[in-house]
């Protein structure tokens, strides 16, 4: 179960729509759940000189705790992709008796017939 935010849909070159999703969290990520911080680095550059870059890096993200608690106590994706068993593999083993034993009442018949 996911959930559709306007604002985390971002639009490719190609014209695409993508929606990026963590697992375990059915919220996608948008910019304004990304803790950023701009640190400044040293380098040396090619021709031996230290020089100093501005470096914008992703800190963290920051979700709604309770959306989380909702979604990781409850185990919906657990429930939605359980795999019910129930009486199929039988009732195909009884269908393909039936058929089996028709086949070789219509071979009986045909023979029976010439």
Do not use: Q, W
């Not at 919220?27 to 090619?46: A, G, Q, R, W």
Request: glycine share 8%; proline share 1%; hydrophobic share 40%.
């Amino acid at each position: 179960m996911y959930i559709v935010d306007n604002e985390s849909i971002h639009i490719t070159k190609n014209g695409n729509r993508i929606a990026f999703y963590l697992e375990g969290i059915s919220t996608p990520i948008k910019m304004s759940n990304i803790e950023k911080e701009i640190i400044e680095k040293e380098y040396v550059d090619l021709d031996g000189s230290i020089k100093t870059a501005k470096i914008l890096k992703i800190k963290g993200l920051k979700f709604d705790s309770k959306i989380l608690d909702i979604f990781t106590d409850r185990k919906l994706a657990e429930n939605f992709t359980k795999i019910k068993h129930e009486m199929y593999g039988i009732y195909c083993l009884i269908i393909g008796i039936i058929s089996l034993v028709m086949i070789g009442i219509s071979y009986g018949i045909i023979y029976y017939f010439r």
